[in-house]
């Protein structure tokens, strides 16, 4: 079935997940034709893996029901801390950590300017944290 709606299917996966803000939602019901398509649940790994979205799993509770479940923890979009002006001065640096919590990472190709680090985790993709 084609995407009818005006948002695109990771949109439509955030949508869902924000309207059951802490609570528990099926897998299925994110990987259907109408949210999320036959790839749902890749969308909302991207959502959380690369977009920095606090989205927890777990195995639905009854035993007898082998899917996944997940919650979006917080509904406020991740961000970057402030932009970077392009022309301003540069010094590279190592060892800054990734700002999402709980991820030990360290991001790397990381740049300084203005006081804030910038940079990429392994994990998540392109970050900012205030140096």
């Known amino acids: 079935m084609a995407n009818l709606s005006t948002l695109t299917r990771k949109e439509q996966v955030l949508e869902v997940l924000v309207a059951h803000l802490g609570e528990w939602v099926d897998g299925p019901e994110l990987a259907n034709e109408v949210v999320g398509g036959s ?7 991207e959502l959380r893996d690369e ?3 606090n989205i927890e799993a777990r195995r639905h509770p009854d035993p007898e ?3 996944w479940q997940y919650r979006l923890l917080y ?5 970057l801390i402030a ?3 392009t022309a301003a001065p540069f010094v590279p640096v190592k060892a800054v950590v990734c700002p999402v919590p ?7 190709n990381v740049v300084v300017r203005w ?4 940079g990429k985790c392994g994990k998540h993709g392109e970050r900012q944290v205030r140096v």
């Open 83 to 85: 932009p970077i002006p």
């Open 75 to 79: 509904s406020t979009p991740p961000k």
């Open 65 to 67: 029901r082998s899917i």
């Open 39 to 45: 790839e749902g649940l890749k969308r909302l790994r």
């Open 51 to 53: 977009d920095g979205w």
């Open 115 to 118: 006081g804030y680090a910038n």
């Open 102 to 108: 709980d991820c030990p990472r360290e991001l790397y």
